[in-house]
């Protein structure tokens, strides 16, 4: 059987993988994959917890976190085609119209 | 499980606003394309208003956990939806004038409200972090898509953009948190999770950064400092009255599930959070404050004046007795009316070409416009703690709760810092009463301003004089003793 240090090593690697991507990647549509990753790290968290701790309560909340995911990134790649639309941009940086 | 009719019962208002926000969705095409959007605004209105009756009806029971847990009954939540149906009717009627205002031809714009709004519901009643999350989902997308609403203005686009990408982050790290308290507790219950937490071995390193995570979590939601970058951006570009609606009732929501979570779920860790949660709010307080005085732009000084408003509210949260939690929940209460209230007078500045987003377009209002200055007025010393007003009680609960746990260094801190929001604020009316008019003033004019103004004056001036009622009914309402 796996320990359930490993997963939690793997989980902990996604997430940190995820929020470099977010803080670093300059291309929206990378930055919206990074925090998917960050999201299933989460999942991955979960159902470790879940079967190590032999309860369901994990494996639901897994379920819930992809649904509200998918519905996230729905709303987000919306916005987005409105922005580029408008603008013509793909990159964080250049989301500068506003200061101050 | 079975549903009981318990069950149903204690979720009634929910039922109703999510009820009534997909007949509206559909009801929407068969009223004429003219008047569509009024009429669906004040069905909005009237659901709003239905759900209030329904939670005065059933806050009268005891304290109730339904839905196999999940879902809790009590005057804490009961309180809150108070809070969130104010600033849910408040910002409709703000925006009656301002979507014609803005050219915005659709009527999901109050339908999203709704949606929001049952979302900050579920939040306030969320006994099991499963609920609370979910809530903060509910509530959070239709904010993200009102808030880009301006399809056409690119500070719109940009500033949904921004918001989503960084809710989303947020949530994300929340959620880590979350599971690793999961983890480490074996389950998402509060209740279960203080039972848990009162066994010492559970405080491993590992828990003390779930605690951070979820403060980081909150802390995007409440704009607290250093999780605040998204506020000003967000709600510059957002149309006004979503700024208001965020700025109230999102922040209201996340409150509602900050103070549940850490006080109800982590009471017995309290150590653990008090440092964190103390640093992110004088953080907020000196950022906010500060920051804003160097704004021209009137709805980024608000964003930046609403990051230091949630510095002061968490301090009710670091004092951690009844009497801060019930500090937090008026503060909560006034701050709906008195921010909502200005974003109003801002609003009603925002006709034809002019934008009244300058704040040196308010020179000289109050030459040719009393009324309107007065109500700017008495928002603006509401807003900076200056009495007979709402927000001088508000600050002064706070104050004295941590003043009784004996943190007199973090009270020493606010009071300086409402001395620097006064400037801020006092600048406003400074430039609307002792500057000469450049021009004509352009006004929007609408029942549904006049109205709103007009009630968000008398609460904060009603909560000012007489605020013994509303602090004794937050006073029962909290969840401690």
Same mark, same amino acid.
């Given at each position: 059987?796996?320990?359930?240090?490993?997963?939690?090593?793997?989980?902990?690697?996604?997430?940190?993988?995820? =929020?470099?991507?977010? +803080?670093?990647?300059? &291309? #929206?549509?990378? !930055?919206?994959? @990074? =925090?998917?990753?960050? +999201?299933?790290?989460? &999942? #991955?968290?979960? !159902?470790?917890? @879940?079967?190590?701790?032999?309860?369901?309560?994990?494996? #639901?909340?897994?379920?819930?976190?992809?649904?509200?995911?998918?519905?996230?990134?729905?709303?987000?790649?919306?916005?987005?085609?409105?922005?580029?639309?408008?603008?013509?941009?793909?990159?964080?940086?250049?989301?500068?119209?506003?200061?101050? | 499980?079975?549903?009981?009719?318990?069950?149903?019962?204690?979720?009634?208002?929910?039922?109703?606003?999510?009820?009534?926000?997909?007949?509206?969705?559909?009801?929407?095409?068969?009223?004429?394309?003219?008047?569509?959007?009024?009429?669906?605004?004040?069905?909005?209105?009237?659901?709003?208003?239905?759900?209030?009756?329904?939670?005065?009806?059933?806050?009268?029971?005891?304290?109730?956990?339904?839905?196999?847990?999940?879902?809790?009954?009590?005057?804490?939540?009961?309180?809150?939806?108070?809070?969130?149906?104010?600033?849910?009717?408040?910002?409709?009627?703000?925006?009656?004038?301002?979507?014609?205002?803005?050219?915005?031809?659709?009527?999901?714009?109050?339908?999203?409200?709704?949606?929001?709004?049952?979302?900050?519901?579920?939040?306030?009643?969320?006994?099991?972090?499963?609920?609370?999350?979910?809530?903060?989902?509910?509530?959070?997308?239709?904010?993200?898509?009102?808030?880009?609403?301006?399809?056409?203005?690119?500070?719109?686009?940009?500033?949904?953009?921004?918001?989503?990408?960084?809710?989303?982050?947020?949530?994300?790290?929340?959620?880590?948190?979350?599971?690793?308290?999961?983890?480490?507790?074996?389950?998402?219950?509060?209740?279960?999770?203080?039972?848990?937490?009162?066994?010492?071995?559970?405080?491993?390193?590992?828990?003390?950064?779930?605690?951070?995570?979820?403060?980081?979590?909150?802390?995007?939601?409440?704009?607290?400092?250093?999780?605040?970058?998204?506020?000003?951006?967000?709600?510059?570009?957002?149309?006004?009255?979503?700024?208001?609606?965020?700025?109230?009732?999102?922040?209201?929501?996340?409150?509602?599930?900050?103070?549940?979570?850490?006080?109800?779920?982590?009471?017995?860790?309290?150590?653990?959070?008090?440092?964190?949660?103390?640093?992110?709010?004088?953080?907020?307080?000196?950022?906010?404050?500060?920051?804003?005085?160097?704004?021209?732009?009137?709805?980024?000084?608000?964003?930046?004046?609403?990051?230091?408003?949630?510095?002061?509210?968490?301090?009710?949260?670091?004092?951690?007795?009844?009497?801060?939690?019930?500090?937090?929940?008026?503060?909560?209460?006034?701050?709906?009316?008195?921010?909502?209230?200005?974003?109003?007078?801002?609003?009603?500045?925002?006709?034809?070409?002019?934008?009244?987003?300058?704040?040196?377009?308010?020179?000289?209002?109050?030459?040719?416009?009393?009324?309107?200055?007065?109500?700017?007025?008495?928002?603006?010393?509401?807003?900076?703690?200056?009495?007979?007003?709402?927000?001088?009680?508000?600050?002064?609960?706070?104050?004295?709760?941590?003043?009784?746990?004996?943190?007199?260094?973090?009270?020493?801190?606010?009071?300086?810092?409402?001395?620097?929001?006064?400037?801020?604020?006092?600048?406003?009316?400074?430039?609307?009463?002792?500057?000469?008019?450049?021009?004509?003033?352009?006004?929007?004019?609408?029942?549904?301003?006049?109205?709103?103004?007009?009630?968000?004056?008398?609460?904060?001036?009603?909560?000012?004089?007489?605020?013994?009622?509303?602090?004794?009914?937050?006073?029962?309402?909290?969840?401690?003793?």
């Amino acid at each position: 059987m796996v320990p359930l240090t490993w997963y939690i090593a793997l989980s902990a690697l996604l997430f940190m993988v995820g =929020v470099g991507g977010v +803080l670093l990647r300059r &291309n #929206i549509i990378i !930055v919206l994959m @990074s =925090v998917e990753l960050i +999201l299933n790290s989460v &999942n #991955i968290n979960f !159902v470790a917890f @879940s079967y190590y701790l032999q309860d369901l309560t994990g494996q #639901i909340f897994a379920i819930f976190t992809i649904t509200v995911a998918a519905a996230e990134i729905a709303v987000a790649l919306g916005i987005l085609i409105a922005l580029v639309r408008n603008r013509n941009i793909i990159n964080v940086d250049e989301i500068d119209t506003m200061r101050g | 499980m079975i549903f009981s009719l318990k069950d149903i019962v204690a979720i009634l208002p929910e039922i109703t606003i999510v009820a009534g926000a997909c007949v509206l969705l559909l009801a929407a095409l068969l009223i004429p394309k003219g008047e569509r959007k009024d009429v669906i605004a004040y069905f909005a209105i009237g659901f709003v208003a239905l759900a209030a009756i329904d939670t005065l009806i059933i806050s009268g029971m005891e304290k109730t956990t339904v839905l196999g847990g999940m879902f809790v009954l009590d005057g804490y939540a009961c309180f809150f939806k108070f809070v969130f149906y104010i600033g849910t009717i408040l910002s409709i009627l703000l925006s009656l004038n301002y979507v014609d205002e803005e050219k915005i031809n659709v009527e999901e714009y109050y339908i999203l409200m709704l949606f929001s709004l049952s979302g900050m519901m579920v939040i306030a009643s969320g006994a099991n972090l499963l609920t609370i999350y979910l809530g903060l989902e509910l509530m959070s997308l239709p904010v993200y898509v009102l808030v880009g609403f301006l399809q056409r203005d690119i500070r719109s686009n940009e500033a949904s953009m921004k918001y989503i990408v960084l809710g989303a982050f947020s949530s994300g790290i929340l959620l880590f948190g979350i599971s690793l308290i999961y983890g480490l507790t074996g389950t998402t219950q509060l209740v279960g999770i203080a039972e848990a937490l009162t066994d010492a071995t559970v405080h491993v390193p590992v828990f003390a950064l779930a605690v951070i995570m979820l403060v980081a979590g909150f802390g995007f939601k409440i704009a607290g400092v250093p999780f605040h970058m998204w506020a000003p951006d967000a709600y510059e570009g957002a149309p006004t009255p979503i700024t208001g609606f965020m700025s109230v009732a999102v922040k209201a929501a996340a409150f509602a599930a900050l103070l549940r979570v850490f006080i109800e779920g982590l009471s017995t860790v309290q150590a653990d959070w008090q440092l964190v949660v103390a640093l992110v709010s004088v953080a907020s307080l000196v950022v906010g404050n500060v920051v804003a005085i160097a704004q021209s732009n009137i709805k980024r000084m608000l964003a930046y004046s609403s990051v230091g408003h949630a510095g002061y509210a968490l301090l009710g949260l670091v004092a951690g007795t009844a009497e801060g939690v019930s500090g937090v929940m008026f503060y909560m209460l006034t701050y709906t009316f008195m921010n909502l209230g200005a974003f109003g007078v801002v609003i009603t500045m925002r006709k034809g070409s002019q934008m009244g987003e300058n704040i040196e377009d308010y020179a000289g209002l109050a030459k040719t416009n009393r009324a309107l200055a007065l109500a700017m007025l008495i928002f603006l010393f509401s807003l900076a703690g200056i009495p007979p007003t709402a927000g001088f009680v508000a600050k002064f609960y706070i104050f004295m709760a941590l003043i009784h746990q004996g943190m007199i260094p973090l009270a020493v801190i606010a009071v300086l810092m409402s001395a620097v929001a006064a400037y801020y604020y006092a600048r406003i009316v400074m430039i609307m009463y002792m500057r000469e008019p450049a021009g004509e003033f352009e006004l929007a004019r609408s029942r549904g301003l006049v109205y709103a103004l007009v009630l968000a004056v008398i609460a904060v001036i009603l909560m000012g004089v007489y605020p013994t009622y509303f602090i004794e009914l937050a006073q029962r309402a909290t969840f401690i003793m």
